[in-house]
């Protein structure tokens, strides 16, 4: 029971890492540039994640769910979980668009391969994972995390050493507007 538990913790640690959301870099640079009040929802943020993924799995296994449909169906109307249903669908494809468009910048950036490349490379993965059922994924993801999180420590420790300095940084950060591209500005 405790591998499994383990396995399936690793499993959403390495999901939400690979989504850049555990890391907490995108949100801690997005956040910091509000200020104090963006700093104070990302506090939030940070222990509203782990509990929402924890009440999303007792739902799943208490109802037995081979798909979110099923925990849906039982938690709240037809309508309300059909609405549920297209919203999680349509979210995970534009989180797919955004990872694929991750990993060609990343690539672009690291190994300077052509934009496309990364992507092209990130949606044959995605492909090859889609052939795989729950349960290797699930193993997979498992097993490769201790992995990330020390090549994630590692890479923190460097950043620190050789870094400007937390303060120096959250002071940049808090400088630069994260909505400077959009249209409503700030």
Known sequence: MWKNILVIGLAYFGFTVGAGFASRQEMLQYYVSYGTWGIAAD????????????????????????????????????????????????????????????????????????LWGGSVIMA?????????DVEKITNLFGAITPFMLL????????AI???????????????????SHCPIGR
């Open 161 to 179: 050493v050789s870094g400007p300095g937390i303060s120096a940084t959250c002071r940049n950060m808090r400088s630069r507007p994260s909505t």
């Open 43 to 114: 506090i939030i943020v940070l222990f509203l994640m782990p509990f929402t993924a924890m009440v999303i799995l007792q739902y799943g296994r208490y109802f037995r769910a081979t798909s979110h449909g099923k925990v849906f169906d039982n938690v709240t109307s037809a309508l309300t979980a059909r609405f549920l249903d297209y919203a999680l669908t349509a979210s995970q494809f534009c989180l797919g668009f955004v990872m694929m468009a991750g990993a060609g910048s990343n690539l672009h950036q690291q190994f300077d391969l052509p």
């Open 151 to 158: 090549l994630i420590f590692i890479a923190a420790i460097a």
């Open 124 to 132: 044959v993965l995605v492909l090859e994972a889609g052939i795989l």
